[in-house]
């Protein structure tokens, strides 16, 4: 499975954003989608995922009520349109596709996007 993720940028605090991630390869709805994070001299951490048939969601305590995550099966796209932006939500965002496990986990995500730097300013 392949994976592009796009749509970040520089926001001022308080702006919205909305992530996009194409997929191609393997059937798409196959796989748990998920979105993690990266902050510069951080570990990257779980953002918020969505099940195989988008019906079930999960997300981060810091990015729920202003985050949503959702997939179209026939464009095998997974969104993340985030909303309310605060500054520490500057990291770079990476999608992820899951065949099983946590979705909390990032070691139980097989394959990943490149990453899309999202920068919020104060």
């Known amino acids: 499975v392949q994976l592009q993720a796009s749509g970040g940028g520089l926001v001022q605090a308080g702006g919205s954003l909305r992530l996009s991630c194409a997929t191609s390869g393997r059937t798409f709805s196959w796989y748990v989608m998920g979105w993690f994070r990266q902050a510069p001299g951080k570990e990257r951490e779980f953002v918020a995922a969505n099940s195989r048939s988008g019906g079930r969601t999960y997300y981060a305590d810091s990015v729920k009520g202003r985050f949503t995550i959702s997939r179209d099966n026939a464009k095998n796209t997974v969104y993340l349109q985030m909303n309310s932006l605060k500054p520490e939500d500057t990291a770079v965002y990476y999608c992820?596709?899951?065949?099983?496990?946590?979705?909390?986990?990032?070691?139980?995500?097989?394959?990943w996007g490149q990453g899309t730097l999202v920068t919020v300013s104060s």
């Open positions: 992820a596709a899951s065949g099983g496990g946590s979705v909390y986990n990032v070691d139980d995500y097989d394959y």
